[in-house]
């Protein structure tokens, strides 16, 4: 499928994808104006998008405090 191709073309890069995904049922009419009406979706890209910050601190050491999510401190 294409996520596998597009794990596999990052891979021949030398990249390194973050291993969570979502999946959003639905996904054309899942949100309006940008915003996703299922909160489970929410708490799920939420998650993802803290699994991608906790990877840009393990590969960038030193990366700047601004770049802290408020719900991984603590």
Known sequence: ??????????????????PDQVA???ARHAHTNG?????AVVQRLEELADALVRAA?????GAPAAYDSPRLVG
């Open 1 to 18: 499928n294409a996520l596998n191709q597009l794990r596999t073309s990052v891979r021949w890069l030398r990249g390194w994808m973050v």
């Open 24 to 26: 959003v049922p639905d």
């Open 35 to 39: 915003r996703f009406h299922d909160p």
């Open 57 to 61: 601190h393990a590969l960038v050491p």
